[in-house]
């Protein structure tokens, strides 16, 4: 009985994930399968395969490492940035990650070592967004580079590539993509008007609505 539990939780969390992959596709945040998505239970991390398009997934594709990155579910190879997902569950209580390649935010990444502070949503994510230094895809460096750059926060920018954020599911996880999207997408259009410069929040202005964002939403 607690095997078939199990399994069925498995089942369960695989297809959420592959629903959150194919929403990256959906709302433009990748372009084929140029970004991963993957979710932890327990000790095993349950990940999108390489270079496998997100519309083809199916239940009997289920990829699983443990959190040495060893292969413990699927045949499928696991993603190439495999480093980047097991960085964040060594490291924080993540609970899901999703990394993409959004256009706004790697354009960002491009200009600025940080976001500037053009909006107060910035706080959700723990503070000013950083911008990783460069390092190339799938690598020990690049996953270190992100980790420093994720220090007090749930995402950042990765130099010329795009974006990382984590949470406590899959869907805390996707929103806080989102929301580093369109802040990226908000800071470039301020910044293309010509003879102006966007008004930018201060560090107290932002604390503010960090204790304000606390209380946000439902109660349950």
Sequence with gaps: MAEQRRDAERERIWAELVATARRTVTDGLVVGTSGNVSARIGDLVLVTPSGV??????????????LTGRQVLGTLVPTSELPLHLAVYRTTDARAVVHTHA????????LVPELPLVHYMAAALGGPVRVAPYATYGTDELAQNMLRALAGRSGCLLQNH????YGAGLDQAYDRTAQLE???????????????????LTEAQLAEAGERLKGYGQRR
């Design 182 to 200: 369109w802040m990226c997408r908000l800071w470039l259009t301020a910044s293309s008007v010509p003879s102006l410069t966007p008004s930018l």
């Design 162 to 165: 795009g974006t990382i954020t």
């Design 53 to 66: 398009p997100y519309d083809r997934l199916t239940p009997d594709d289920l990829t699983g490492v443990d």
């Design 103 to 110: 256009v706004h935010a790697t354009a960002v990444s491009t």
